[in-house]
């Protein structure tokens, strides 16, 4: 796993019964890794939806299933907390939450941390199909 102190995958245990860390091929130290962790290696292509989306698709992952989602970049840094971020985006009973938003190009959440409920979930997974059937990541 990414080697900075304070990894995200390891707070967000109190908060999502499953974790899917979906990483492209390289060498990771995933010695001590609880049982709700499971490491999953695709090709890195398709930027981070693209592989979000690899995952996404599987029956086997059960995400379709999911009450919640959580698609966060291994890249993320916690220097506090991750509960007063938890607290607000379970407060917010919003569809989808993300920690930035941008008005690059067009105005959209940043994807390296978003949060989504089963209902925009499903939107999601019907638009990737759609656009993955046309380009494949």
Not at 57 to 71: F, S, T
């Amino acid at each position: 796993f990414p080697s900075h102190d304070n990894p995200v995958h390891i707070q967000l245990h109190s908060f999502f019964d499953k974790i899917i860390f979906v990483t492209n091929q390289r060498e990771l130290n995933v010695d001590g890794l609880s049982e709700n962790v499971e490491v999953v290696f695709v090709e890195n292509e398709g930027y981070d939806f693209g592989m979000w989306y690899k995952i996404i698709k599987e029956e086997k992952y059960g995400i379709k299933d999911c009450e919640q989602l959580a698609l966060i970049n291994d890249s993320c840094i916690l220097f506090k907390p991750i509960n007063g971020l938890m607290k607000w985006i379970n407060d917010s009973q919003a569809d989808v939450c993300g920690v930035t938003d941008s008005n690059e190009i067009s105005y959209h959440l940043q994807s390296y941390f978003l949060y989504s409920s089963s209902s925009w979930l499903r939107v999601l997974q019907f638009e990737w199909q759609i656009r993955y059937a046309k380009h494949p990541p």
